[in-house]
T-cell receptor
């Protein structure tokens, strides 16, 4: 199994630029999560999709952040415009369970974003 | 949001036993997961508890007390490779299973 795939692994950009992070979940998994991890705030849930539908986006910091899941095998997280405080590691995770049941999450390797 | 509390750092000796505690708000609580995260890597699943009691998995065990809002991860026969952060994640109900992660406990195993 390939596991959760994320790209790019590292991204360095300048303030004001658009950033797009990509994720391919494990085939057959129903749920997909986007997280942001920083030293100060730990692992924060940004948005949660179930069967390609956003279930909870209350963790999305502000309108500069948006996420899509056009099909079961692909999701994007976009930041436009980016700011230095967005610098963090962004993880995508998938789970075989649906939104009403508990499930182990499988994390991708993460994208380390640096906004200068 | 739901508060999850865990110690920030711990140090233990190779071969010893260490217990990492986690407390959470009990309202709406459904279950608790433990993840291990080595520096620069992604979190990986260790264990989960839904009912009260101890779940044993090799050198790792996890305990849950739902009424007390308390869990711990027990690591036995510590090895140097166990040096990592350990994340406690609680699920809460509210129409769907909402997960909240603690900030993690950084464990350093010393010779």
């Amino acid at each position: 199994d390939a596991g959760v795939i994320q790209s790019p692994r590292h991204e360095v950009t300048e303030m004001g630029q658009e950033v797009t992070l990509r994720c391919k979940p494990i085939s057959g998994h129903n749920s997909l999560f986007w997280y942001r991890q920083t030293m100060m705030r730990g692992l924060e849930l940004l948005i949660y999709f179930n069967n390609n539908v956003p279930i909870d986006d209350s963790g999305m910091p502000e309108d500069r952040f948006s996420a899509k899941m056009p099909n079961a095998s692909f999701s994007t997280l976009k930041i436009q415009p980016s700011e230095p405080r967005d610098s963090a590691v962004y993880f995508c995770a998938s789970s075989p369970r649906d939104y009403q049941s508990l499930g182990e999450q499988f994390f991708g390797p993460g994208t380390r974003l640096t906004v200068l | 949001g739901q508060n999850i509390d865990q110690p920030t750092e711990m140090t233990a000796t190779e071969g010893a036993i260490v217990q990492i505690n986690c407390t959470y708000q009990t309202s709406g609580f459904n279950g608790l997961f433990w993840y291990q995260q080595h520096a620069g890597e992604a979190p990986t699943f260790l264990s989960y508890n839904v009912l009260d009691g101890l779940e044993e998995k090799g050198r790792f065990s996890s305990f849950l007390s739902r009424s007390k809002g308390y869990s711990y991860l027990l690591l036995k026969e510590l090895q140097m490779k166990d040096s990592a952060s350990y994340l406690c994640a609680a699920f809460f109900s509210g129409g769907y299973q909402k997960v909240t992660f603690g900030t993690g406990t950084k464990l350093q195993v010393i010779p």
